[in-house]
């Protein structure tokens, strides 16, 4: 690897660090073939009765909940209300919830081991709970584990979420999908339609991974078919929690890779006097596109993202909009007036996102059905349309970069510069940045991650070990051990 700096040019962020070598692959695939199926079959019944779900609530055409479900503290036990409205698929969803029970229970029953063997595994006396997302692939598992044994076994981490391809709506991405179709999937991202496009889908489709930048990876398919995985990691938290719903939401949630490392007595520090009601959203580095082109941010996936209470509640909050969403102007019938910027947004239908919208939708769904619209493997049937849709061409942090930024999922950024940029939602944690050149944490990969590093990307389970045994031995009681 080159120098740090060097490896952290603006070309280097799209990497989700999910190289997987070929023929490791193969190997694992015909072993893990009887297991996957049973699984496989699980998530097509799941994703049958979430659109069967779906479906039903939009034939019941605009309703309005008297409150969100994440609105209040207690609201938050309400969270399956909309199911509950809907009594013809009562049984259904009851199926639906029971599964994701089973297979969602067994990441967090980890972690609730964990808790009951330690005296501070009382819920109620938590003062701060952060729940982390890993996104990791099953070819390289060693990380996962490495992280939920260091850094996670802070008593303030009360579940470890992972996401891998076995999550994913087509968890065979990695199987089928062929050099040349991400070949051609590049090159149709690439080649925009001349008109009618949105200015920021234009830009992202301008700035996607060019073939001969795919080439290089040690594994350009397994990149491509991982840009969903983040979505899949939303959902597949967002279904923990409405199947656990007296656990409550954790005052952070935190996204990032496999490879990631954040101290987190550190990040109590910092995060602890704040309130995490108020809609937050920090990443630990944040892309920034130059300005005079375009004001548009990102986190950049392998630092993380930290979502506070607050903004998680924006996610998971459904939306009500007529169908499809018309522009408040055109728009003859009465929707939760809080909810028509959001439906004005979603008829703005920026990056193609609005045939993905059905009224009652959260954002994390409406995220996951629009990184699903369109399968990778099906690219030979993709058309372009004047939208700049047709096919799926954001990479994964482009789409919760968008998500957040304009749908409102955090408060305005303080910076005043940004002050008359709407968009500007994302605040870069402790002024980590990547603008022309990386500052802050940007800079804290692999080698260059010092002891100390509050934030490390490219770590090694070795890295995460010491780093952890050395934390451990200075605030013995803040960790778990076993
Ligand atoms: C990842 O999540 C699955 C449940 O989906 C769980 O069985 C597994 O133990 C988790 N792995 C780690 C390292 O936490
Ligand atoms: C702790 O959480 C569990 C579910 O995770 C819940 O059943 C229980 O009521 C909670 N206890 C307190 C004291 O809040
Ligand atoms: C925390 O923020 C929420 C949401 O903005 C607000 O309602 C609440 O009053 C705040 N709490 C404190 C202690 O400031
Ligand atoms: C981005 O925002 C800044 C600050 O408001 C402004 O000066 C700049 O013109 C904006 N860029 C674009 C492309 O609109
Ligand atoms: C976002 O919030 C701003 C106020 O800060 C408001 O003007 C705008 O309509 C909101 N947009 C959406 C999509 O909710």
Request: charged residues 20%; aromatic residues 10%; contains cysteine.
């Amino acid at each position: 690897m080159a120098s740090p700096r060097k490896t952290i040019g603006v070309i280097n962020y799209i990497d989700r660090s999910v190289d997987i070598d070929v023929a490791q692959r193969q190997f694992t695939t015909s072993s893990r073939r009887e297991n996957l199926q049973p699984r496989v079959l699980l998530l097509l019944i799941a994703c049958c009765l979430i659109s069967a779900f779906v479906i039903t609530v939009s034939h019941h055409g605009i309703e309005r909940l008297a409150t969100s479900p994440f609105n209040s503290e207690q609201g938050e036990v309400a969270l399956l209300l909309p199911t509950q409205r809907h009594e013809n698929k009562q049984q259904d969803l009851t199926a639906l919830s029971q599964h994701t029970d089973t297979e969602i229970n067994n990441g967090a029953g980890n972690s609730n081991n964990k808790l009951s063997s330690s005296s501070s595994s009382d819920n109620s006396s938590r003062s701060f709970t952060v729940d982390i997302l890993s996104v990791g692939s099953i070819q390289q598992l060693d990380l996962l584990h490495a992280q939920r044994t260091t850094f996670a076994s802070h008593i303030s981490i009360r579940n470890f979420f992972n996401v891998t391809e076995n999550d994913d709506a087509d968890p065979d991405c990695h199987k089928y999908l062929t050099w040349d179709d991400v070949q051609k999937v590049s090159s149709f991202c690439r080649n925009r339609p001349p008109s009618g496009m949105s200015h920021v889908s234009r830009h992202m489709r301008g700035k996607y991974a060019r073939a001969q930048w795919l080439q290089k990876k040690k594994n350009p398919v397994g990149w491509m078919c991982a840009q969903v995985r983040p979505t899949s990691g939303l959902m597949k938290a967002y279904q923990h929690y409405r199947d656990n719903i007296m656990e409550g939401l954790p005052d952070y949630f935190i996204i990032m890779d496999d490879d990631t490392y954040y101290d987190m007595e550190e990040f109590e520090r910092n995060f602890g006097g704040m309130n995490s009601s108020e809609a937050l959203y920090y990443a630990g580095c944040l892309v920034r596109d130059p300005v005079h082109q375009i004001n548009f941010t990102f986190p950049f996936g392998g630092f993380g993202s930290i979502l506070s209470k607050g903004a998680l509640r924006n996610l998971f909050e459904p939306i009500h909009c007529p169908t499809p969403p018309l522009p408040s102007s055109s728009s003859s019938v009465l929707v939760n007036d809080q909810h028509q910027p959001l439906c004005d947004r979603i008829a703005e239908n920026n990056v193609d996102e609005q045939p993905s919208f059905q009224t009652g939708m959260n954002l994390a769904q409406l995220m996951y059905q629009y990184v699903n619209a369109h399968k990778y493997r099906d690219v030979n049937e993709w058309e372009q349309n004047d939208n700049g849709g047709g096919g799926f061409c954001m990479h994964s942090d482009w789409v919760i970069g968008y998500f957040a930024n304009y749908y409102n999922v955090s408060r305005h950024v303080v910076e005043p510069f940004y002050a008359d940029v709407p968009h500007a939602r994302i605040e870069p944690y402790k002024n980590s940045e990547i603008y022309k050149k990386g500052t802050g944490f940007c800079v804290n990969e692999g080698n260059n991650c010092k002891e100390g590093s509050e934030l490390c990307h490219r770590a090694t389970p070795q890295w995460m070990k010491d780093e952890t045994d050395r934390l451990r031995l200075k605030v013995p009681t803040k960790y778990v051990t076993g």
